[in-house]
């Protein structure tokens, strides 16, 4: 029979795959929270560690903290920020991923709520730190605590100080303060407005629905039409209709813009302050409340988590607990700058000279609200991306604004069921 | 006679734009990547590079991880193509000169694969990669990616293998010659510039791979290029010239790459996938 | 080189046992590498992403899955949005294989002559495809910047420009924005593959055909077509199946916005995968993108077995 001559074919088919991986096997293989020698490897998953302005101070932070152990180090991963939740959230859902998490509030909700996130009360006894109350009750779910906050920022009116001697104080000066310097190829404002920043619309249009006293739920249900949110919303589309901002341009480009003077105002939170410090120390900026009738604004806040998968989880803990002790926070607090951080940290006279307005942000805390659905937290993403495409619908004149609104409550209300 | 000239002329201002055309964007990506600031945001645009910029890309390449994502995307690329050839071969060897039962499924088989988009395989492919402990791994992403690309590398090689006339088998099958050992005496010999179109494919294929690379890779030295790029993309900035710097330095491998093997691509694509 | 032809030969061959290549098991071995390799890492997640679509699963806990039954699939039908998306596909791919083929053949018809330079000419026309796709999609990008971009301020300079310059913004401009740009990274490869099909032709027959005065055109038709007409069919199939797949382009660029105008069924199973996290809507929506390509390979087979019959008469 053909039995050699089977077996040789055998040999070459196994060979082929044997070289095959090899070749794979010899590229080398490194699996999460790894421990070698005795040090423990932790990934710490963020999306600022891209960032030009932070990202560097970040590592250098955590480079702190690897100099400090004999045992653990943490390893920074910049995951970009336009696919972080979807990259981190697939690998946390199929029982992997970093071992530490920096998220933003909406995917925070939906991973704790999905037991993603581990519980860490037995982890680190928070008692013995001074958290800040208002932004950290957003961190237990159920008396259950989920994370630590790393960051907060308010949200704020950021103005180019050359161009706007006095920041408006009105909703009708703003407009027309906008309107006035619009001229050529300068601005008054800007804003996201396409679907592609579908998080960052989301973001910016918090500020004027609860700036004109609207909110998204009651707590109970959706109140995605609601008088006022129309009204807030109402004012977002004038400015986008009356041409004072850069349409079609993405924050990047926008943001640029502001730092070259060609944009004069722009809402943004805390954090964009360094950012600007730091890629263009010359820029004459300042900030001031946003000069909506209501004194409510959102805030970013992004906890630090340990994901339930982690096969490290106390020596991720040892990693948190090292950030809440006060010289790391100060240290933490002079990256982040007009943020603040989990405890309240003294502010050291060299920033308060550089920036005066940093106190205008902590001044903003009390009255700054998470961008979620409150009652509605782990669908935020859900009813963010209904509400995000109803709304730029009516920007492109597809339907009228209160039509959209309704849209997007109908579609809302179904989906949370 | 002036028709004639006249013809000519618009043949090679024709030329000249279709060649303008295709070199502008990366000639453009190269021009932005060289710009100060105010040459980028003014309301004229500077057409020339600025080569007093250049220390753009001597930052790139060393403030930033730029090498290493290079180097990781090249290994993914170098692995996807070995592999997707060393299984390709045998597979559009059995396809070309064999008949058997369930070919015909075989072949459409391959066809279908083509079709699966990877966003519909991530997550499956995401707990398969678990189970093996292929996560974060340059190995994973080389299985993978070897997956998708190993159905019309077989194709390619299937067509040239038909092309050989099999006469040239029939003095091999008189000395008694094993299948395995005609394949690798006599076939692959000639097949070289289809092997080589295929290895480009794959080659591509692998190194402008996304999806797979930004899902199943969190370890930063893990990363390779095309997710790299995508991290500059930052929250409350994107510095536009580093970005171009970057893709460029991760286009001009690809690019050099193709030209290099271009003739062999040509002949292969034709022998191969067009008439097979 | 026919399928009977190889069938009987074993037969007819004088020592059965030892056939021209090898027993029947043979070609299986040449195959079992590859197909385990694929049936592993291909046929078994499809046939999880079938399962899949029969499910309500969350991306965030993909272990735990309902059954549903046709669940996913009566809900995408009857969804308004997925209709315009399986339009928008549609539109989009049929004018990705119009648009490359046709510059493809121009371009390639244009540079199927001897002139000076024509060995850079054609290298540097390739190069758009070897461009990788996260590249092409930043600098296009880049480019379509409403404020700073070259394409503006060209079309502003020709008086073609859009109002506000936001392109990729705009429900109108965005999706042929996204197709000339696919267009353009996909007209090297088929104007390589027509350009050496174009070699095929023969030279006398075109002079022939010119001398007799038969208008280019007519030559064209009469001698070309016909010898390019399988390469082109091939490369039609090739640019149809690619487009429907077709991924970091338009994500990178527009994430299928705005309002859903740039959304093909590869942009919409990612983000019910990604943002909504419904893998089962996901797997529905991609099963459907799979039978569409399905229907695209049968036709296309037909049409092939229907045009050699023809070309036997």
Known sequence: MSKPRVRRATVAAATVVGLATAVSAGCGSDSDASSEGGVTTLTFAASTFGDP????????????????????????????????????????????????????????????????????DDLIDVDQYELLEQPDRFMVHDDVRHGIIFEASNYAMFYNADLIPEPPTTYE????????LTSGDVFGLAFRQTEAEEAGVWQDIFNYV???????????????????????????????????????????????????????????????????????????????????????????????VINEASEAKEEAATFIEWALQEENQVALQEILGASSVATATERSPESLQEMPFLTTFDELTESSLPQVVLGFEAQTPDIRKIVVQNVIAALQGEVDLQTALDDAQEQATELVG | MSRLRLGLTLRIVAVLVVMGVAVFPLYWMFVTALSSNSDLFASEARLLPDFTQFGVFADALAEGETLTWLRNSLVIALGTTALSIGLGIP????????????????????????????????VPLFALFNRFDLLDTLSGLILANAAFVLPIVALILKGAIDGIPRELEEAGRVDGARPLTMLVRINVPLIGPSIAAAAVIAFFHAWNEYVFAVTFIYAPEMQPASVGIASFIGEVGTPVQT????????????????????????????????KG | MTVLEQTRAPRSDVRPRRSPLGSRWTPYLFLAPAAVFIGLFQAVPLAQEIYLSFTRTSLLNPTRSTWVGLENYAHIFSDDDFHRTLVTTLIYVVACVIGSVGAGLLVALLLNRNFRGRGVARALVTVPWAAPGIAVAL???????????????????VGLGVPGGAILDSSTYALPAILVTTVWQLFPLTSVVLLSALQAVPRDLTEAATMDGAGRWWTFRAVTWQVIKPTVGLLALLMTIWSIRRFELIWLMTKGGPVGSTETLVIDLYAQAFDSKQLGTAAAIGMVGVVISLIVIAGSRLVT??????GLR
């Not at chain 1, 000066?173 to 006035?180: E, V």
């Not at chain 2, 066809?111 to 395989?121: H, K, N, R, V, Y």
């Not at chain 2, 330095?249 to 067009?274: D, I």
């Open chain 3, 139 to 157: 600098i296009a990008t880049w480019m379509l910047n409403p404020q700073y971009g070259i394409v503006n301020r060209f079309l502003d300079a």
């Open chain 2, 243 to 274: 970005v171009m710097a970057v893709a460029f330095m991760f286009t001009l491998p690809a690019v050099a790459f193709y030209l290099f093997a271009q003739k062999y691509v040509v002949a292969g694509m034709t022998a191969g996938a067009v």
């Open chain 1, 210 to 304: 609860y700036g004109f006293g609207g909110a998204w739920s009651d707590g109970e249900n959706l109140t995605i039409n609601a008088p006022e949110n129309l009204e807030g919303l109402q004012a977002y589309k004038d400015l986008y209709d009356a041409n004072v901002i850069p349409r079609g341009a993405d924050a990047a480009t926008f943001r640029r813009m502001f730092a070259e003077g060609k944009v004069a105002m722009e809402l943004n939170n805390g954090g964009y302050a360094t950012h600007l410090r730091a890629e263009s120390p010359d820029l004459n900026f300042s900030a001031a409340p946003i000069p909506f009738p209501v004194r409510s604004q959102g805030a970013i806040l992004a906890p630090i």
């Open chain 2, 91 to 122: 597979l559009g060897y059995a396809l070309s000169r064999f008949s058997f039962r369930g070919k015909a499924l075989t072949t459409v088989a391959l066809l279908l694969t083509q079709m699966l988009p990877e966003a519909l395989m991530v």
């Open chain 1, 53 to 120: 302005g932070r990202g560097p101070q970040l590592q250098e932070w955590i480079d702190e903290f690897n100099a400090s152990q004999d045992e653990i180090r943490v390893e920074a991963a910049s995951v970009p920020y336009p696919t972080f939740g979807q990259t981190v959230l697939t690998q946390m859902g199929g029982g992997e991923g970093p071992d530490l998490v920096r998220f933003d509030m909406p995917e925070f909700e939906a991973a704790s709520d999905a037991g993603l996130i581990a519980p860490l």
């Open chain 3, 305 to 310: 077995r229907a045009a050699d019959k023809e």
């Open chain 1, 173 to 180: 000066d703003f407009f027309a303060t906008a309107q006035s």
